[in-house]
Nanobody
């Protein structure tokens, strides 16, 4: 029904930048919140940043001032610009979206497959 496809992860040196993208496709009527979560080895998944359909944003304290989330409502895509990366940012990053389907008008939460970000010290 709905797919979230992420791209943009990889290996980067500390201090570098990466841009993650997540495109939603399928039987979409509307998208409410879109966001990024991350999970480091041995740790729980945590919210990194999210953005509402109205453009309001929230960030984890650990990434404020370094990461920026944005979305293209026409393309159903959310982006995460990550600057000044540090070793502690190393994790699998997951796209998340709350999507209302055309077929039943109900909102569901979807997850992407994850993209790995590795920051070398």
């Amino acid at each position: 029904q709905v797919q979230l496809v992420e791209s943009g992860g990889g290996l980067v040196q500390a201090g570098g930048s990466l841009r993650l993208s997540c495109a939603a496709s399928g039987n979409i009527f509307s998208i409410n919140v879109m966001g990024w979560y991350r999970q480091a080895p041995g740790k729980q998944r945590e919210l990194v940043a999210r953005i509402t359909s109205g453009g309001s944003t929230n960030y984890a304290d650990s990434v404020k001032g370094r990461f920026s989330i944005s979305r293209d409502k026409v393309k159903n895509t959310v982006y995460l610009q990550m600057n000044s990366l540090i070793f502690e940012d190393t994790a699998d990053y997951y796209c998340n979206a709350v999507i209302r389907l055309k077929e039943d008008g109900v909102e569901y939460r979807y997850w992407g497959q994850g993209t790995q970000v590795t920051v070398s010290a």
